[in-house]
């Protein structure tokens, strides 16, 4: 089983401020996902990488892949309150069918 | 095109009772996984299914189990209820369930047991 380690657990910030979360693993992830989930709601795909060094881009959040693609980062430029969520990493195994490895999360705040 | 429906949403049951869960997939999405989500474990993998079959389980005790229909849509069953299996109970579809293929969320289902 691959760990996911994300970090900060907690970030509380205010409206337009600037935040990056973390996701990393000891071990290469084949691909990854990242997701935000709002409470009592399921995860949201936000989007998926595979290549590293790849850098995708999501409206004012930026998504980066490591580039021995051990580790990953979200950035999120001048943030929003409908930003707030917990942000979660996953990973799929080589050989494990329809099951994701998930990180615990970032739970993200961004007040008004 | 719809997304993937859970239902109930939310449901309240004593210790002791059993309770079926029910996923509708993506249409043409033939991979079904379920998770447990609680604020100490994060979220688990219970188990997916593919074609009618269960390919993947997770580390969960008997108690819990699943089925696939043909029609894709899916059910997990827990029976003898304790309160910790208190949880927000999460299903995902794929088109094939691959370590690469995205997975798309339920709204989830809350179960409280009492």
């Known amino acids: 089983t691959q760990l996911l380690e994300q970090s900060p657990q907690f970030l509380s910030i205010q409206e337009g401020e600037n935040l990056t979360v973390y996701c990393n693993s000891s071990s290469v992830f084949s691909s990854l996902q990242w997701y935000r989930q709002e409470p009592g709601e399921g995860p949201v795909l936000l989007v998926t990488?595979?290549?590293?060094?790849e850098v995708k881009k999501l409206k004012r959040l930026t998504f980066q892949f490591g580039d021995a693609r051990k580790d990953s980062s979200l950035h999120i430029t001048a943030a929003q309150p409908g930003d707030t969520g917990l942000y979660l990493c996953a990973t799929g195994g080589t050989d494990s069918w329809g099951k994701l490895q998930f990180g615990a999360g970032t739970q993200v705040v961004v007040t008004p | 095109k719809a997304g993937v429906t859970q239902t109930p949403r939310y449901l309240i049951k004593t210790r002791g009772q059993q309770v079926t869960l029910s996923c509708s997939p993506i249409s043409g999405h033939r991979s079904v996984s379920w998770y447990q989500q609680t604020p100490g474990q994060g979220l688990q993998f219970l188990f997916e299914y593919f074609s009618e079959t269960q390919r993947n389980k997770g580390n969960f005790p008997g108690r819990f189990s699943g089925r696939q229909f043909s029609n894709s849509r899916s059910e997990m069953n827990v029976s003898t209820l304790e309160l910790g299996d208190s949880a927000l109970y999460l299903c995902?579809?794929?088109?094939?369930?691959?370590?690469?293929?995205?997975?798309?969320f339920g709204q989830g289902t809350r179960l409280t047991v009492v």
């Open positions: 990488v595979v290549t590293g060094g």
């Open positions: 995902a579809s794929s088109l094939s369930g691959g370590a690469r293929t995205e997975a798309f």
